[in-house]
């Protein structure tokens, strides 16, 4: 039997054992590297924080950290995604098993629940990050089109809980969906969680307690 057939047909691609380890490589280096960046933009800003110190922090080359990312403000737009996530697979918040399972909860209760213990895991890993993309965006012009993006990809998670809770129970008098979206962002922002857990000193568990306090008296009339 001729084998010109064979040759013609579209054959899967199967991974070699030398490129899952070359991946693998790969993701552990630009974890070592987010992870170093990470500890150097909180404690010494970003500013400050050079690509070699970033290199010597995470025990890789210079090099190594431009072939990964290519500037340091990739390093922290990649740091920030990261700690967002809380992982690097490629889902979207609207998409984590979290939310969906605070939209799903036909309690309003339960959603506000779990709706403010996702975000307060959420701001444990990412709020230093966050400020540190807020201050950087007064001198960087990129960065603060990062925060601004950050910004209305957190307004438009809270219309979806905001448009959820009201389906499941009225809101108060005259408070539209907008205006329990833009309460929530408030509460639940990077900038009140880093003022009252990281300078006031609060503990993390109280600072959620109080969050979803705070929302369950704003944006119901539940008792």
């Given at each position: 039997?001729?084998e010109t057939?064979?040759?013609n047909?579209?054959?899967?691609?199967v991974?070699?054992?030398?490129?899952d380890?070359?991946?693998?490589?790969s993701?552990s280096?630009?974890?070592?590297?987010?992870?170093?960046?990470t500890?150097?933009f909180?404690?010494a800003?970003y500013?400050?924080t050079?690509?070699?110190?970033?290199?010597?922090?995470?025990?890789?080359?210079?090099q190594s950290?431009?072939?990964?990312?290519g500037?340091?403000?990739?390093?922290?737009t990649?740091?920030l995604?990261?700690?967002?996530?809380?992982?690097?697979?490629p889902?979207?918040?609207?998409?984590?098993?979290?939310?969906?399972a605070?939209?799903?909860?036909?309690?309003?209760h339960?959603?506000?629940?779990?709706q403010?213990?996702?975000?307060?895991?959420v701001?444990?890993?990412a709020?230093p990050?966050?400020?540190?993309?807020?201050?950087a965006?007064?001198i960087?012009a990129?960065?603060a089109?990062?925060?601004?993006?950050?910004?209305q990809?957190?307004?438009?998670?809270q219309?979806?809980?905001?448009?959820?809770l009201?389906?499941?129970?009225?809101?108060?008098?005259n408070?539209?969906v907008d205006?329990?979206?833009?309460?929530?962002?408030?509460?639940?922002?990077?900038?009140?969680?880093?003022?009252?857990?990281?300078?006031?000193g609060w503990?993390?568990?109280?600072?959620?307690?109080?969050?979803?306090n705070a929302?369950r008296?704003?944006?119901?009339?539940?008792?």
């Amino acid at each position: 039997m001729s084998e010109t057939p064979h040759r013609n047909r579209q054959q899967p691609t199967v991974k070699t054992p030398h490129e899952d380890g070359r991946t693998a490589r790969s993701r552990s280096t630009r974890t070592r590297i987010t992870t170093a960046a990470t500890e150097l933009f909180t404690s010494a800003g970003y500013s400050s924080t050079s690509i070699a110190a970033i290199a010597a922090r995470a025990g890789v080359s210079e090099q190594s950290v431009y072939y990964s990312f290519g500037t340091k403000r990739a390093v922290l737009t990649a740091a920030l995604d990261l700690a967002i996530a809380g992982d690097d697979e490629p889902v979207p918040t609207l998409e984590r098993p979290w939310v969906r399972a605070a939209l799903a909860d036909p309690d309003p209760h339960g959603q506000i629940h779990r709706q403010v213990a996702g975000a307060a895991d959420v701001l444990r890993r990412a709020a230093p990050l966050l400020d540190v993309v807020r201050s950087a965006a007064t001198i960087d012009a990129e960065l603060a089109e990062v925060w601004e993006t950050n910004l209305q990809q957190r307004l438009t998670v809270q219309r979806v809980f905001a448009e959820a809770l009201a389906r499941k129970t009225p809101l108060p008098a005259n408070m539209a969906v907008d205006a329990a979206a833009d309460t929530a962002l408030a509460i639940l922002s990077p900038e009140t969680y880093h003022l009252l857990v990281h300078h006031q000193g609060w503990a993390h568990t109280r600072w959620r307690d109080w969050a979803t306090n705070a929302l369950r008296r704003l944006l119901t009339t539940l008792p």
